[in-house]
């Protein structure tokens, strides 16, 4: 397996415009995770889902910010619109769930809003 | 809610030589995971060594290894034989049983290993 994948790697976008990040979790995996890092606040949970249903959304900032599993290999966070204080590396992550509760990350997509 | 800290953000070693970073955190709870994540320039997250609270012993992974004080809820991470490729940032992190991956953050330890 190729490993969590996120695209794109870079996104620079002017204040007021639609992103959209991407990811594609391990197979097989049921659980998808997506965290912000920031310098000032470092890693934090914005959701997770379970077998594509939202379980936790209570660390996603604002409305401004949403997320979907339309099925078991594909998420995306939508920031609509986008704010500079928005800049931060998004990751996903996934994991089997159970005893084996290794979560695995993608490289991230670093999110530049001028 | 339970929260994790690393006291340390920077730190640097000699090529060949032990460092220790540390780790407390904070949970009313039992039964948790703790794991190390490093963080090298390339961004990606990448898994150093996990410990299962229910263990006792303290997990060891080739130049890794931790001491995990359940009691003082420490959680330190010992690299022997440091090298050049260990320069890295270094994150902490506390997981509920449970949980299944959702994990909680340390500020993180910048790790720089000079020749």
């Known amino acids: 397996d190729a490993g969590v994948i996120q695209s794109p790697r870079h996104e620079v976008t002017e204040m007021g415009q639609e992103v959209t990040l991407r990811c594609k979790p391990i197979?097989?995996?049921?659980?998808l995770f997506w965290y912000r890092q920031t310098m000032m606040r470092g890693l934090e949970l914005l959701i997770y889902?379970?077998?594509?249903?939202?379980?936790?959304d209570s660390g996603m900032p604002e409305d401004r910010f949403s997320a979907k599993m339309p099925n078991a290999s594909f998420s995306t966070l939508k920031i609509q619109p986008s704010e500079p204080r928005d800049s931060a590396v998004y990751f996903c992550?996934?994991?089997?769930?159970?005893?084996?509760?290794?979560?695995?990350f993608g490289q991230g997509t670093r999110l530049t809003v001028v | 809610a339970q929260t994790v800290t690393q006291s340390q953000p920077e730190m640097s070693v000699q090529e060949a030589e032990t460092v220790t970073l540390s780790c407390t955190y904070d949970?009313?709870?039992?039964?948790?995971?703790l794991f190390w994540y490093k963080q090298p320039p390339s961004r990606q997250m990448i898994l150093v060594i996990r410990?299962?609270?229910?263990?006792?012993q303290n997990a060891t992974e080739n130049r890794f290894s931790v001491n995990f004080q359940k009691a003082a809820k420490s959680f330190s991470l010992k690299i022997s034989d440091s090298q050049l490729g260990d320069t890295a940032m270094y994150f902490c992190?506390?997981?509920?049983?449970?949980?299944?991956?959702?994990?909680?953050f340390g500020k993180g330890t910048k790790l720089s290993v000079k020749p």
């Open positions: 992550a996934s994991s089997l769930g159970g005893r084996d509760t290794e979560a695995f």
């Open positions: 197979s097989g995996h049921d659980y």
């Open positions: 889902f379970n077998n594509n249903v939202p379980i936790d």
């Open positions: 949970t009313s709870e039992n039964n948790y995971y």
């Open positions: 410990q299962e609270a229910y263990k006792q």
């Open positions: 992190a506390f997981m509920n049983w449970g949980s299944q991956g959702n994990l909680i």
